[in-house]
């Protein structure tokens, strides 16, 4: 008897462990699997149920991850709780809200993909077990299924770099530090933020081990990274390899290419798959995107290089499938005109706003993929920019242009998410993730009433129209504008007399009135109280009024310089106050929330790290990266300054206002010193011989010439403590926003 119960006590854990429902549901809330049956059904065609069971709520799903899109569905559209980034825990009744009636959800999209290689940098560079936990628990409820998975990526690299002759110094100096590493992945450069420590090997083996199992408990399939050709840039003449020069990115020397005529090109890429898969398995999916970023090369077969990149893939698993981005030149036809359908998976990177797949676009292709698979994604941010931003009518509009029959639209299997940034918008996210399960077009003013409801467990009249405002203004860029994520803010850019966008390559253009921005934070404020201790309501409430602050923070910019363009000195000295002011108001308010503040950034690094050595090196690589992003040359000529913004506390206090008050002293201190003499226009200096045109340029305001990195370079190597804790009150200190705005 004793052997019997002790048979079906194991079952019955083995049962449990076998179900990571349950464990999904133990970490929003410890106890709430008691209140949920699910129940795996064999099924070709992807669908979640719901239905009532007693007391209890029964999901139905042909997957696991299919059956948490259940879960998340209920959750939010029954029992009010809504489930992101800022708040994965809840409290999750223990009288849940009865299914009336079985719900029904299918979907022919099988496939849903996660990730940018820049996701991998931009947020996720410090992540540790516990950050990933929760991340994937996100994706299962968002109904991903095809996770890009490079954690770790770089320790098969220098596995293999060593097997082939090169020693840890020169390896140290080809594979990036942690804050970069996505760019050395796609080929765009080397070293810059390394060497790495052992101890980084070690760990990144590690947590990319147990990232992979609970993705495979989930049902989901990884996509690994593949080989594509890359090498170090001396792999010429360090191996006598046939390569050809990858040239410069912004700045940065990238790694060159094999040629995929190369007599080793085989022997080094079958070399790569098996350290690959020694460490991590093998994969049905493997990620590609070789020449990213450049422009075509005469030197270049790319027919033969995409026949010799796919041959290897299917040396080692002859099933699999080729991953690639669908970005600018990328996929080349000529790479992959002679490929077969089933072989190629294309990820449509921007399909919101600059889709190839065959809709009028400035990306069109006329005939899209052709013959190939491809995904349908949703690029949303760029650089992890703090902003709201969004493009609710061409995200529906050009989703439900893919149902319409045509051979461009013929081969679509999915989604992707694939944001350069994430922990951001996530009225976005969630619009995107439910497009599977909705076959017929939506009206969007519905569904952001019944969002809204969702976020906050309430049906109030101030939210919904404050929703209602965000809805058609900020988060509905309309088609033909295409800059790259959110509106960026005055207080991140370096100063100048005719600041606009913030990066180099934001094409950004108003499509708002910043008036709207207030509005809807004003109506936030009005019904602050009532939602106190409501974590989607405070964590909406301090990025509504930062988005309102920051829009209004331009105008006052723009008067400021109209002061010093009129000369109007008074004027100026207020105004300007005004302004830096407006940027400390602005530390304080995201002081409040803990996902606002550089700490959240610099912790996390510091804490990866086992020496102070180790730990001031991540936290160089997290500095970097939000303010300079490279050294002089690749900052300043190369562009790529500030690409990485954010408004966060500590930045905007220590960095940002740094930079535009000594910008603002320096203007003050122009127009004083043009209120006395000047020798050489009396006669007895060089402008003696000026022509009057010349004279009249001089006269114009230029604004004073600053050497912007060499006040910007300190910063990012200083290690002061920046903590991720919050201080303040969110509602009091949007409230404190609001009455400043009056």
């Not at 992945?185 to 101890?199: A, F, R, V, Y």
């Not at 730990?615 to 690589?621: G, M, V």
Request: glycine letters at 6%; a negative charge.
């Amino acid at each position: 008897m004793k052997h019997i119960l002790l048979s079906i006590f194991l079952l019955c854990s083995l049962i449990s462990e076998a179900n990571p429902i349950q464990g999904l549901l133990e970490r929003i809330d410890k106890g709430a699997g008691d209140k949920f049956e699910t129940e795996l059904v064999n099924s070709k065609k992807d669908f979640f149920e719901l239905s009532q069971d007693k007391d209890k709520i029964l999901i139905k799903g042909n997957t696991w991850v299919n059956i948490a899109s259940g879960l998340n569905w209920y959750l939010k559209y029954y029992a009010g709780i809504q489930l992101t980034w800022n708040n994965m825990k809840a409290d999750i009744p223990n009288k849940l809200p009865k299914i009336l009636k079985p719900e029904r959800h299918e979907t022919d999209l099988k496939l849903r993909y996660d990730f940018n290689y820049c996701t991998f940098s931009y947020s996720m560079a410090f992540w540790d077990w516990q950050r990933w936990q929760t991340e994937i628990d996100w994706m299962a409820l968002h109904g991903v299924n095809l996770p890009l998975a490079i954690v770790g990526e770089e320790v098969v690299w220098r596995n293999m770099l060593l097997k082939l002759g090169y020693n840890k110094e020169e390896i140290g100096k080809f594979i990036a530090g942690p804050a970069f590493l996505a760019w050395w992945e796609m080929n765009n450069l080397e070293g810059w933020g390394g060497p790495l420590p052992d101890s980084w090997y070690n760990a990144q083996e590690a947590l990319q081990k147990k990232i992979l199992k609970r993705m495979n408990e989930y049902g989901m399939q990884p996509v690994l990274p593949g080989f594509c050709g890359m090498m170090p840039h001396d792999a010429k003449t360090k191996l006598g390899l046939n390569v050809t020069d990858g040239g410069t990115w912004n700045g940065y020397t990238r790694p060159a290419n094999l040629s995929a005529t190369d007599k080793h090109f085989d022997k080094i890429a079958d070399l790569y798959y098996k350290e690959l898969t020694k460490l991590y398995g093998k994969a049905n999916y493997y990620s590609m995107d070789p020449f990213h970023e450049t422009n075509d090369d005469a030197n270049i077969d790319y027919a033969k290089a995409g026949k010799a990149m796919m041959d290897a893939m299917k040396r080692t698993n002859n099933k699999a499938t080729w991953v690639i981005q669908g970005w600018t030149e990328n996929p080349r036809q000529q790479m992959i005109a002679d490929m077969k359908n089933g072989d190629l998976l294309i990820a449509d990177l921007f399909s919101e706003c600059r889709p190839m797949f065959g809709i009028p676009s400035i990306w069109k292709r006329d005939k899209g993929y052709e013959q190939h698979d491809w995904l349908f994604c949703l690029l949303e941010n760029f650089g992890a920019n703090v902003g709201l931003h969004g493009r609710m009518d061409q995200l529906i509009n050009n989703f439900y242009a893919t149902k319409e029959v045509s051979p461009n639209t013929e081969h679509i299997k999915g989604i992707g998410f694939t944001m350069e940034g994430s922990e951001n918008n996530p009225v976005m996210f969630e619009m995107m993730s439910e497009l599977p399960w909705r076959p017929e077009k939506f009206n969007k003013e519905d569904w952001v009433r019944n969002y809204v409801k969702a976020r906050y467990s309430s049906d109030d009249a101030n939210l919904q129209k404050a929703w209602s405002i965000l809805s058609e203004t900020i988060y509905n860029c309309p088609a033909g504008n295409n800059q790259q994520g959110p509106h960026e803010s005055i207080f991140c850019g370096r100063p100048g007399l005719n600041n606009f966008q913030v990066k180099s390559w934001s094409k950004m253009r108003n499509y708002y009135d910043p008036a709207s921005t207030l509005e809807a934070a004003r109506l936030m404020v009005s019904v602050a109280d009532k939602f106190k201790g409501n974590n989607n309501f405070e964590y909406d409430l301090v990025d509504i009024c930062r988005q309102a602050l920051a829009d209004q923070g331009r105008l006052q910019y723009l008067k400021t310089i109209a002061d010093y363009n009129g000369f109007s000195i008074g004027q100026f000295d207020k105004d300007s106050k005004r302004f830096l002011k407006m940027i400390l108001l602005q530390d304080k308010l995201l002081a409040t929330r803990s996902e606002f503040r550089l700490g959240h950034w610099t912790e996390a690094a510091r804490n990866l790290g086992h020496t102070n050595a180790e730990k001031d090196l991540y936290e160089w690589n997290a500095r970097v990266q939000i303010t300079t992003w490279g050294n002089r040359i690749c900052a300043d000529k190369g562009g790529l300054r500030d690409y990485a913004n954010k408004e966060w506390e500590g930045l905007l206090k220590d960095f940002y206002y740094k930079r535009w008050s000594i910008y603002m002293d320096a203007l003050a201190k122009q127009m004083k010193q043009n209120q006395q003499p000047d020798e050489d226009a009396l006669g007895a200096g060089k402008n003696a011989t000026k022509t009057s045109s010349e004279l009249f340029a001089m006269a114009m305001p230029t604004g004073p010439q600053i050497d912007w990195y060499a006040i910007e370079e300190p910063w990012t190597l200083e290690h002061n403590e920046y903590s991720a804790k919050p201080e303040g009150n969110a509602i009091e200190m949007a409230k404190e926003v609001i009455e400043f705005l009056k």
